[in-house]
């Protein structure tokens, strides 16, 4: 893999931004995907949790929201592929004086709607949700969750209480889900008003009361543009699908070696494709067997086959996190996912075979993948 001083991807090439525990890396390759390069780290020594590539409205704007040590978290932007980044005052995500609450870090950042392309949103910790709507250069809460009645009882999961997941209805601008950890699946209808606790079959295997309203630690939860009310959930313990948008979930964790994990991406233009990598447990999170292996559905999870050619399958301790999986938008989608170990592999086929794009990177917490040029 050749390295660059400057990142120079034109259109069609495919993207990856790539945020790690020491920074973040750009990639990029042409259509082919067999060769790549590379420029980084951008923000040396900040945990990056959260980065996006937002194409709307004719931008080429990547936004990343980076954890100092020194100075807290905050999000910045790049309309250059990270040759400048603005500069904001610190914490430019920030709550409200009254709220009693501090930002601790920046877990999803999350374009809005096409027919809204100013929109951005970003999920937190502690778990709220912020809205910018212009392009990411300032933000406020989203009172209605700010301030729910469930959100002085929301515990923090293993990786804190955070706000880690935004699913949006391109048909619907009233309505979007999040994901809490550890709080659930909450939904809103009416732009952001109210927010309804859904999670009626997902089960919370730590708690006494295994079914409650809320207080499940979903993991991930993915949808597509095609069919938004059908949602995949991963969660701590579990394997789920919804068809009416969280109202009711059923289990699909059929002929997978665990159904706990964290790593979950739909196929981009296949609502019923969806790839996971599941871990042993909540114990040993490392890959079942030592063998590293991408589990993936094409019938909405009623079975589910593992993808191994050009992965490890023996000796491969290796974990996969929430955010470190994504797809490409190719005709024969890219897949693409990075490890704990600051691995990262890629399939140009739609993970029939795969490829170690890099070895040696920093603990890998978020990957994302787009065309350049491509619609949003």
């Known amino acids: 893999m050749e390295s ?23 990639l990029w390759s042409n259509g082919e995907r067999g060769e790549w390069r590379m420029d980084g780290p951008h923000f040396r020594g900040e945990a990056v949790y959260a980065l996006a590539f937002d194409q709307r409205g004719g931008r080429r704007r990547i936004l990343a929201g980076g954890q100092s040590m020194h100075w807290g978290s905050v999000v910045r932007a790049s309309d250059d592929f990270g040759a400048t980044w ?32 100013d929109v951005v949103y970003a999920g937190v910790e502690p778990a709220a949700l912020f809205e910018s709507r212009d392009a990411g250069e300032t933000w406020s809460p989203v009172e209605g969750l700010l301030n ?7 515990q923090p999961g293993g990786g804190g209480l955070c706000l880690h997941t935004i699913v949006v209805d391109p048909a619907d601008p009233q309505r979007m889900g999040i994901a809490i950890s550890t709080g659930g699946f909450y939904r809103t209808d009416d732009g952001g008003r109210s927010w309804a606790a859904r999670n009626h079959g997902v089960r919370a295997e730590f708690l006494p009361d295994k079914h409650p309203e809320f207080g499940q630690c979903v993991h991930k939860v993915v949808n597509h543009p095609l069919r938004p009310e059908r949602l995949f959930l991963q969660n701590h313990w579990g394997l789920y699908r919804s068809d009416d948008w969280g109202d009711t979930w059923t289990d699909i964790a059929n002929g997978v070696p665990s159904d706990f994990g964290f790593a979950m991406e739909v196929h981009p233009h296949d609502p019923d494709t969806v790839y996971i990598v599941p871990l042993d447990s909540d114990q040993f999170r490392i890959v079942p067997d030592a063998k590293l292996r991408v589990y993936r559905t094409r019938d909405a999870g009623a079975s589910w086959h593992p993808l191994t050619e050009g992965l490890p399958q023996q000796d491969a301790y290796e974990c996969v996190l929430r955010d470190a999986m994504c797809a490409d938008g190719h005709d024969r989608a890219g897949i693409y996912f990075g490890t704990r170990s600051g691995k990262l592999f890629g399939s140009a086929d739609e993970g029939e075979t795969w490829m170690e794009i890099s070895g040696a990177l920093p603990p890998i917490v978020c990957v994302r993948a787009a065309v350049v040029g491509a619609d949003a």
């Open 4 to 26: 660059a001083s400057t990142p120079a991807p034109g259109a069609g090439d495919v993207l990856l931004l790539v945020g790690t525990m020491k920074g973040a890396f750009l």
């Open 148 to 154: 729910h009645e469930h959100q002085p009882r929301w």
């Open 86 to 117: 603005s500069a904001p005052d610190r914490q430019n995500v920030r709550f409200p004086e009254d709220s009693d609450r501090a930002l601790a870090n920046i877990w999803q950042l999350r374009p809005g709607r096409a027919d809204e392309p």
